[in-house]
């Protein structure tokens, strides 16, 4: 009888009165994406030595010059970019083979489960010489790996259309990079001339 | 049954030494004040590890007062405590001025910040905290409430 009586006394104690104090969190930055095709920056070394995004204004250029003898022929044409990006900005590690490959790499954090950021890209339906002659872009396409990689690439083989289409998704807090490696389809006769035109990446958050 | 719970009674009885009240006090700390109302946190790693512990971790001051004179002239444990809450992992720790003990906690547990007898009505101290979060369970904002409780001999 005495020991139920201390535990009751023991209990009104603990809950008497007393405040507390509140502190709220939440993220600053709940969403960041960074992307790089071909050349791109990290300030103070990569990201695996604390380094940082930084933005970088380069336009790479993907090209291929063919031959008289070859135009038209069907065979495909190798293309090969003035990119110096062969190293992974992650950790430094050599992912692409230069000329032939042009880097294609990001990151998208989040702290909310909504889904995955996508890649897309955005080209002409032509690419012009200087007196109006045309190259559908569907006759440019990649193929797409990495150094080292085994697995399916986050930015799979495939073709531009002419328009607006997904390259490919990178999970939430990961980082995704593939190498791709264009051609020219050279499947038609056409004018001779310096055809270009220009491809805009885009990725997008959820 | 019955039988039992009496046995178990005398035993609790026993292990109580005579004279001694040792009581949980709920501390009053209404007066203290955090810096900012929110603590932003920043991803402790601008970009992905690819591990699956993506951190985020911010700072925020908090300017204690506690009024101590429920235990005022007693000997006992003064203990920060951080009741489980929220569904988002955290850790914090503290930096002190020196009169409570510098430390860490998790949600569920209690860490003690004061060991010895209480001279003084009113404890002022300030805490430097540094809170860290998985950034994979933080969709929002989360309330961390703490309080103080003492233990007395």
């Known amino acids: 009888m005495i020991a139920a009586v201390g535990a009751c006394l023991s209990v009104a104690l603990v809950v008497g ?41 380069t336009v790479n250029v993907v090209s291929v010059n063919v031959p008289a003898a070859q135009i038209g022929s069907g065979a495909a044409q190798a293309m090969t970019t003035n990119s110096t990006a062969s190293q992974s900005l992650y950790d430094n590690f050599t992912f692409c083979n230069l000329p032939g490959q042009l880097y294609i790499g990001g990151f998208y ?7 995955a950021a996508t890649l897309s890209a955005t080209s002409p339906a032509n690419l012009v010489n200087s007196t109006g002659n045309t190259i559908p872009f569907t006759q440019i396409r990649w193929t797409s790996s990495g150094i080292g990689d085994t697995g399916a690439q986050p930015f799979p083989a495939g073709a531009f259309v002419g328009g607006v289409q997904t390259i490919g998704s990178i999970s939430r807090n990961q980082w995704a990079e593939s190498c791709h490696s264009f051609s020219y389809s050279n499947s038609a006769v056409v004018a001779a001339g310096t055809y270009t035109g220009r491809v805009t990446y885009t990725l997008s958050a959820p | 049954m019955s039988a039992f719970a009496s046995a178990l009674v005398g035993l609790v ?26 603590a932003l946190l920043r991803w402790r790693d601008f970009a992905p590890s690819g591990g699956a512990q993506e951190t985020l971790e911010g700072s925020i001051a908090v300017a204690v007062r506690l009024n101590l004179t429920a235990v005022l002239n007693r000997t006992g444990r003064l203990y920060l405590v951080l009741p489980k809450q929220g569904t988002t992992p955290v850790r914090v720790s503290w930096a002190t001025q020196g009169r409570l003990l510098p430390g860490e906690i998790a949600p569920g547990l209690r ?24 950034g994979n369970h933080l969709p929002g904002m989360q309330r961390l409430d703490f309080f103080f409780e003492f233990d007395a001999d």
């Open chain 1, 109 to 115: 954090r989040s702290t909310s489960n909504s889904g």
């Open chain 2, 111 to 134: 860490t003690l910040v004061y060991q010895g007898p209480v001279t003084n009505p009113y404890l002022e101290e300030t805490l430097a905290l540094r809170i860290e979060a998985d």
């Open chain 2, 13 to 38: 009885v026993l292990a109580v030494p005579p004279g001694a009240a040792a009581e949980t006090f709920r501390v009053d700390d209404t007066a203290a004040l955090p810096s900012e109302t929110t």
């Open chain 1, 17 to 57: 009165d007393a405040g507390a104090f509140t502190v709220n969190i939440t993220a600053r930055n709940p969403r960041t994406i960074y992307l790089q095709v071909g050349v791109g920056t990290f300030t103070g070394g990569t990201y695996n030595a604390g380094g940082s995004p930084a933005n970088n204004p």
